[in-house]
């Protein structure tokens, strides 16, 4: 079955740019999803890329996605304390396919 | 429009007993599911619900563990004679359709 794997930690200081790394061993992965979970909550759903997109922006978040080296990473620019928090990546199979594999997050650290 | 609504949000309970986590979607979205996070893991898919039926549960343990999704009401996950190892939080997560799934805030299970 599909693995995703994350690097589990990551610390940048406040106003540096973040990059999270994600690698997945599926290549029919066709949607791929990151989302943030804070101390004590749910996951929020930051974004998503469908896998004939290389790159995905929204705001100060950029996805790239390198399809042939399975390689997904998502870019926070600006970093803020309010930032910090688990990421997850998680994958899903085209269509017929439902559920998300997760990877086991990165715990993101923001030193003001 | 309310986001996914899970209670209890924490539950102990002590060995052999049950127990029951409920989960209502977002407004208009008829497709649920069920993931477990065990301690310093990403999530594991167990079930995918819609309205009244079971569409994958490949992901639920075989024995103790059943889900539903009524017709009315919010779906139910319930777990039968509890053991230490259930310990987790079990988020649901809803969708309109296929691509995104939005999660609730969790039900932390402790089992004593």
């Avoid at chain 1, 940048?12 to 690698?23: A, F, H, K, L, Q």
């Avoid at chain 1, 992965?29 to 790159?55: H, R, V």
């Avoid at chain 2, 993931?35 to 639920?60: A, C, H, T, W």
Wanted: aromatic share 10%.
């Amino acid at each position: 079955g599909e693995d995703v794997e994350q690097s589990l930690f990551l610390s940048v200081r406040e106003g540096d740019s973040s990059v999270i790394n994600c690698t997945y061993t599926d290549s029919s992965s066709t949607y791929l999803y990151w989302y943030k979970q804070e101390p004590g909550a749910g996951l929020q759903l930051l974004t998503y890329i469908f896998s004939n997109m290389d790159m995905k922006q929204d705001q100060r978040l950029t996805v790239l996605l390198n399809k042939k080296d399975k390689h997904l990473s998502l870019r926070i620019a600006d970093t803020q304390t309010g930032d910090s928090a688990i990421y997850f990546c998680a994958g899903r199979a085209g269509a017929g396919s439902y559920q998300l594999t997760f990877g086991k997050g990165t715990k993101l650290s923001v030193i003001p | 429009n309310a986001g996914v609504m899970q209670n209890p949000r924490h539950l102990v309970r002590r060995r052999g007993q049950e127990a029951r986590l409920r989960c209502s979607p977002m407004k208009g979205h008829s497709h649920v599911y069920w993931y477990r996070q065990l301690p310093e893991e990403g999530l594991k898919f167990m079930v995918y619900l819609q309205k009244e039926n079971i569409i994958d549960e490949s992901g639920m343990p075989k024995e103790r563990f059943s889900a539903e999704f009524p017709k009315e009401g919010p779906s139910i996950l319930r777990i039968q004679q509890v053991v230490r190892g259930d310990s987790a939080a079990y988020f649901c997560a809803s969708s309109p359709g296929a691509n995104e799934q939005f999660f609730g805030p969790g039900t932390r299970l402790t089992v004593l």
